[in-house]
Every structure is written in C-alpha cells, then in structure tokens.
C-alpha cells in the first residue's frame, strides 16, 4: 500500500525518477502491475503507431492511470518472475514495447533489453 504523501510526490516526479523507483519497487515488492479488463491487458501507442504495453510499479499507481480510453480497465498483478521470464521475452517476440510508470502525462519507453539489464543489476543487490 502506497502512502498519500509518496503517491503524491511520485506521480508528479520526472520521467527518469520515477522509472528509478519503478526499478527498485518491483524487485523489492517482486510483482508489477497493468491494466486489464475483459478483453485482456491495456496497450497503447507511441508517437510512431508501436504498441505500447504499459506497467506501474504499484496498485495504485496503474488505478490512476485507469481513465479515457482506459476507464473500463482494473490493476491487474504480475509476479515478477513471471514478468522477466514470459511477459518481456513475450513482448520482445511480438515487437511490442513498454511504457513504464506513466502518469496521465508521459512514461519511460525503452528497448526491453534495457528494462532486463537495469532489473538484473539491481537484483545483485538482493
């Protein structure tokens, strides 16, 4: 459960920062959340036309984030063996990118191998 005052901070942090602490949440917490309604998980587009699958590093943060053409969508968890291991290969496989942490404004797009290395270092912490 995030507290008010950290929601508050994060959701109105830099891009970078908040991909930051995406990073260190879902190794901490050891599950990532999306969007998901009766059809499957939310996606969107970047400025190209590439799908876009989109992930938040709490409950709350991809409730937020549950609006427009997404109002109908509910946070849905991953557990984070199962994002490494099946969803970012899977993505990977089917030239679909990520949008990381978005916050109604903008999202930290990237390769997935990127996303893969970042996770893997900051598992040696652990």
Known sequence: MINTKEFEALI???????????????????????????EGF?????????????????????????????KEYKPEKIEFDEFMSEWLPGLKNDNIGISIFFNNIDSITLPINKLIEDLNLELEDY
């Open 12 to 38: 109105k942090t830099e891009s970078k920062k908040r991909y930051e602490y995406f990073i260190k949440r879902i190794v901490d917490f050891e599950e990532v959340w999306s969007l998901a309604d009766t």
């Open 42 to 70: 939310a996606l969107t587009k970047d400025d190209n036309g590439r799908l876009l699958a989109p992930f938040w590093p709490a409950q709350e943060y991809a409730e937020y984030c549950a609006i427009g053409e997404w």
